[in-house]
């Protein structure tokens, strides 16, 4: 449909007075997120995830060509696949590859190989990059920004998950390729990452980190 068809409505807003205070809840709200590794084994409402990537999909996308495929992997079977082959491809990164800084960088964090939570977890998101479209014709169609379209849209998915207090971990094998054999997904589709997505178990423990204050992210010019 091109521009001149597309129908135009108004665009919602909060009250000039309003916005200071909702931009702080918000802002609290989401510093409260916290990426986890032990996941519980209770149940999530699929129509609750769907509709989460749903929300994925309303991100800002280079010409609108939303470039991105979501893989909602709820299958054991399938997530003891990923899991064999992801820390197949852990183990040698880690035993052979990973600079000794990278490791130093992780051990507050206790992670190594072992990726339990990729089958704990009741689903995984399989996020992959369209590198380009193919028409009804097999053409490519060439994709604009489609790796930065696809990091938006997987915020927008974290950001709404989290809204519901399911919790996540963005994970991203040493090699993904993998991904595209396991869940049979064209060669136009690269990996961009797992999001690893359900409840934290009861009386989990976070590590109490801090983000940066505005003054150390941003500059006013």
């Known amino acids: 449909m091109s521009m001149a068809h597309i129908p135009f409505v108004p665009l919602p807003r909060y009250p000039d007075g309003e916005l200071v205070q909702h931009s702080e809840q918000f802002y609290r709200f989401m510093d409260k997120r916290r990426s986890i590794r032990q996941f519980s084994d209770r149940p999530i409402s699929e129509k ?38 992801a820390e197949q491809a852990e183990r040698q990164f880690y035993e052979k590859r990973a600079p000794e800084e990278w490791k130093d960088a992780l051990k507050p964090l206790g992670t190594g190989y072992s990726k339990p939570f990729l ?7 399989a996020i992959f990059v369209q590198k380009y479209g193919v028409s009804e014709d097999g053409s490519r169609i060439i994709h604009y920004y489609a790796q930065k379209s696809v990091g938006l849209a997987t915020g927008f998915l974290i950001a709404a998950l989290h809204q519901l207090g399911i919790s996540t971990l963005t994970y991203t094998p040493s090699s993904m390729n993998f991904l595209n054999t396991l869940l049979k997904r064209p060669e136009n589709e690269l990996p961009y990452l797992l999001l690893v997505v359900g409840y934290a178990p009861e009386n989990v423990m976070v590590p109490d980190i801090k983000r940066k204050q505005f003054d150390e992210i941003a500059v006013i010019l």
């Open 48 to 85: 609750a995830i769907r509709n989460c990537i749903l929300t994925a999909g309303t991100a800002p996308s280079g010409a609108n060509q939303q470039p991105w495929t979501f893989v909602l992997v709820k299958d054991p079977g399938v997530k003891t696949a990923i899991r064999e082959k």
């Open 119 to 125: 089958e704990e977890a009741p689903y995984l998101i």
